[in-house]
C-alpha cells in the first residue's frame, strides 16, 4: 500500500556541505548547506537563501565546499544552526581556517576533502541565490585515498542529511559496483 505525501520533496540523500568564505573585512564564515552538489564535472552548484555567506560569495565571487564527516558533526550542525550575522562563527569553532591558495576564500583545514571554487555564474542576489562554482582545485587528506590515490568515501565517513527525520546518517557501505550489478539484467 502507498500514501499520497503531496508536494513534499524526498529526495534522499542531501549530502552535508560545508561552505567557507569571507566576508567584507576578510573574517572566515562557513555555513551548512544541503541544497548543494555538483552540477557537472567540474562545477559545484549551491542553493542558498538570505545568510551571511550569500553575500560574502557574491562579493568576493569564490568559496571553498568541505563534504562534512563524522568525526566532525557537532560542528557541521553548529555552521547550520548559528548565523554569522550575529558571532563569529569560525572562532567559536575552534575549527582552523587557512587562506587558499587558489581562491579568496578559507580552507578548513579539519575536513579531510575540500574543494576550492571560483564563481562563474550568480542567479539572485545577496539575499539568495543559485550559485555555480568552477573547482579550480580540491585538497585531500591523504588518510582518506585508497592504494591507487583516489578518494574513499568509506575511510572519510561523509555525513548526509536525512530531513524526513531531521538527523545526520553516515555514508560508507558498499552495496554493489557501478556499471557492473545491472549487468545480471544484461
Known amino acids: 500500500m502507498k500514501k499520497d505525501l503531496g508536494s513534499a520533496g524526498e529526495l534522499f540523500p542531501q549530502s552535508v556541505f560545508i561552505v567557507a568564505s569571507y566576508s567584507e573585512d576578510g573574517t572566515p564564515n562557513a555555513m551548512n548547506a544541503a541544497w548543494a552538489g555538483e ?14 555567506s550569500t553575500a560574502n560569495i557574491v562579493a568576493r565571487r569564490a568559496f571553498t565546499v568541505a563534504p562534512a ?12 544552526i548559528a548565523t554569522g550575522n550575529k558571532v563569529d562563527k569560525a572562532a567559536a569553532s575552534g575549527m582552523t581556517f587557512v587562506k587558499s591558495e587558489h581562491v579568496d576564500a578559507p580552507v578548513i583545514e579539519e575536513f579531510p576533502l575540500t574543494m576550492e571554487c571560483e564563481v562563474t555564474d ?5 539575499h539568495g541565490a543559485r550559485i555555480v562554482g568552477r573547482v579550480v582545485n580540491t585538497r585531500v ?6 592504494d591507487e590515490g583516489r578518494v574513499d568515501f568509506g575511510k572519510m565517513r561523509p555525513i548526509i542529511y536525512d530531513s524526513t527525520r531531521r538527523i545526520y546518517r553516515v555514508v560508507g557501505e558498499e552495496v554493489g559496483g557501478a556499471w557492473n550489478a545491472g549487468k545480471k539484467l544484461l
Open 122 to 126: 550568480v542567479q539572485g542576489d545577496e
Open 39 to 52: 552540477c557537472g564535472n567540474n562545477e559545484i552548484c549551491l542553493n542558498i537563501g538570505n545568510h551571511k
Open 141 to 146: 587528506d591523504e588518510s582518506i585515498l585508497d
Open 69 to 80: 564527516d563524522a568525526a566532525h558533526v557537532v560542528e557541521a550542525d553548529y555552521f547550520g
